[in-house]
């Protein structure tokens, strides 16, 4: 991708990947302009979302995020908590987090889901006013869906290895039952 079309996306938005069917929403912080530019979410080579995705169980098979639209099919979703694309998630304001919630609250009531899974912890921490929050399940909830912390797949993101990654996403996964 060339530099142009990265330039191009900077403040683009992705739209969410629902759809009737969803039980659980993963929530990322906001779009990188790689993922603008493709219209993909978490579309950055390196980004370990889809791995994590499927070696966790929640897929049968590992997605390209192209196949993004497939992933109702599965009773899954994608939103972010910030909807405009940065070259980093530090670009963003704590307002633009804050927002969230409430956003997040409307889409779990109108969706009916399950479970709002942020990935990414010190967002959380910033969007909903927690800052010991940790990764793993909450007690709280986002309308009526329970609020989930896994870490964030960006390949930025050393502390976690793709198999300590994927084994966060498969608790996640055996909670739903």
Avoid at 6 to 22: F, K, N, P, Q, W
Wanted: aromatic share 8%.
């Amino acid at each position: 991708m060339k530099a142009a079309d990265l330039a191009a996306a900077r403040e683009r938005t992705l739209d969410d990947v629902i759809g009737s069917g969803t039980r659980v929403m993963f929530c990322g912080i906001n779009p990188g302009l790689y993922s603008a530019a493709t219209g993909w979410h978490f579309a950055r080579p390196g980004n370990r979302f889809w791995p994590a995705l499927h070696l966790s169980g929640f897929t049968p098979r590992r997605l390209h995020p192209a196949e993004q639209h497939l992933l109702p099919s599965y009773g899954l979703g994608i939103t972010n908590l910030a909807p405009r694309a940065t070259a980093k998630a530090v670009e963003l304001t704590a307002d633009e987090l804050r927002q969230a919630p409430a956003r997040l609250a409307r889409l779990a009531d109108e969706a009916r889901l399950q479970v709002i899974a942020v990935v990414g912890v010190t967002a959380y921490r910033t969007a909903y006013g927690r800052p010991k929050a940790r990764i793993g399940p909450t007690e709280h909830t986002a309308g009526p869906a329970r609020l989930w912390i896994l870490p964030n797949p960006s390949g930025l993101n050393a502390h976690y290895t793709l198999p300590a990654l994927a084994e966060e996403f498969r608790a996640l996964r055996e909670s739903l039952g």
